[in-house]
């Protein structure tokens, strides 16, 4: 009777686990199915640790770095952040200017931004009295 017993509840965990293995979804079925996939990143997204370990991840390698770069890029308002950025930091400053003056177009519209307005001009044309500073 106990050795019928010990059967027929070793029976039924197999069945019990079989019928649970087949329920759950693989790693692989989740990606593929857009609906679960964007279920799985909410939630995510939702928890700070689970958002800041993703973020982590993605900056941790260059080549992600760029892609999330220019993913955000394509946003106006982080683009004219990254500029407000850059523009205020002094060891960037230098480079963007002459990124900047490097373009011929970019170059006449500073130009004409910088004569065309009267204050400027004024102070344009006193720098330009005044010699170049030796290097």
């Keep these: 009777m106990k050795a019928a ?3 027929t509840v070793a029976i ?8 649970l293995a087949g329920c759950a979804k693989s790693i692989d079925e989740i990606i593929m ?29 260059d080549d992600t770095k760029k892609e ?10 982080i683009k004219a952040m990254a500029v407000e950025k850059m523009a205020a930091d002094a060891t960037q400053k230098t480079a963007l ?19 065309s307005d009267e204050a400027s001009r004024k102070e344009l044309q006193e720098i330009l009295k005044k010699p170049l500073p030796k290097k």
């Design 5 to 7: 017993r010990r059967v």
């Design 12 to 19: 039924g965990t197999a069945l019990v686990a079989v019928v």
């Design 33 to 61: 199915n857009p609906s679960d996939k964007d279920e799985v990143i909410a939630k995510l997204l939702a928890d700070d640790v689970a958002k800041r370990d993703i973020m982590a991840k993605l900056a941790a390698k």
């Design 68 to 77: 999330m770069a220019e993913t955000l890029l394509g946003d106006t308002s």
């Design 97 to 115: 200017i002459q990124k900047l003056l490097a373009d011929a177009a970019t170059r006449t519209e500073i130009i004409t931004a910088l004569t």
